[in-house]
């Protein structure tokens, strides 16, 4: 059992930064891939970045990709991504999620989402 809890959201003007934190409680977390997932409004939820439970490899969206990055720390039970040059349509609420199987098409566990908003 996860419970994932997302941080670091906000209002941010185009081009700027930050960073989004998601921690998780629960023994197994070292044991899931862990994944980030953004929903816009009016839109469906879509994949941003994805990091394998041993951080050896990492996936993007072709969107985010060269802008995002995705990491995690086993130590402190979080998974991070940082997110450069933001653009307004970067705009979502943006939730992380674990999977024991990539792709991450039914996820395990989903967190509550933050939401970021990037103004033009």
């Known amino acids: 059992q996860l419970h994932l809890v997302e941080s670091g959201g906000g209002l941010v003007q185009a081009g700027g930064s930050l960073r989004l934190s998601c921690a998780a409680s629960?023994?197994?977390?070292?044991?899931?891939?862990m994944g980030w997932f953004r929903q816009a409004p009016g839109k469906e939820r879509e994949f941003v970045a994805a990091i394998t439970w041993n951080s050896r490899s990492t996936y993007y969206a072709d969107s985010v990709k060269g802008r995002f990055t995705i990491s995690r720390d086993n130590a402190k039970n979080t998974v991070y991504l940082q997110m450069n040059s933001l653009k307004p349509e970067d705009t979502a609420v943006y939730s992380c999620?674990?999977?024991?199987?990539?792709?991450?098409?039914?996820?395990?566990?989903w967190g509550q989402g933050t939401q970021v908003t990037v103004s033009s």
């Open positions: 999620a674990a999977d024991k199987i990539l792709p991450m098409t039914s996820v395990d566990y």
């Open positions: 629960g023994r197994t977390f070292s044991t899931y891939h």
